[in-house]
């Protein structure tokens, strides 16, 4: 078995529908691509109250990020006068998808990048799975017994004060 050429297995671009038009994200070059996923990961870690590394940080704010993940869709998103918030939310889908996958990219794009959103919250899950019908309530007595009462003399009354 032979391997196929990879231009052919790869899906290197990412369409993103924003007021009616369709800007074509291509995929990054291999420097921008380590760049986003330590970015990502630094911002992760220091999220989680962990130290960044301020290098990756430092580099990461001296250069245009968004023009770098957008590519040739960040000038025309430009010229189409598309506002800031719509721009930043195109280039944070775009670095999802570079430093994870086309599907993380469309989870975080459809949940509009709330958090909230992107997981479904406790009732839906349970709904989903069908454990709250199948799962007996913490008050259920089928199958167990009552726990025993203390012996005598154990209690408070028993002890000995120091």
């Known amino acids: 078995m032979a391997f196929e050429e990879l231009g052919e297995l790869l899906d290197e671009s990412i369409e993103l529908p924003v007021a009616g038009r369709l800007y074509t994200v291509p995929a990054p070059s291999a ?14 870690v220091a999220a989680d109250g962990g130290r960044a590394d301020e290098q990756v940080l430092g580099d990461a704010a001296e250069r ?64 989903q799975s069908g454990a709250a019908s199948s799962t007996p309530s913490r008050g259920s007595t089928s199958g167990t017994s009552t726990r025993p009462a203390p012996a005598r003399g154990a209690g408070k009354k028993g002890r000995k004060r120091h």
């Open 31 to 44: 420097e921008i691509g380590l760049r986003t996923q330590a970015l990502i990961h630094a911002a992760a």
């Open 64 to 127: 245009d990020l968004y023009r770098d993940v957008l590519g040739s869709a960040h000038d025309e998103m430009i010229a189409d006068g598309v506002k800031w918030p719509t721009l930043k939310h195109c280039a944070i889908t775009a670095m999802v998808w570079i430093a994870q996958d086309k599907t993380a990219a469309e989870r975080y794009w459809t949940a509009a990048g709330d958090p909230s959103r992107l997981a479904p919250n406790r009732a839906a899950r349970r709904h």
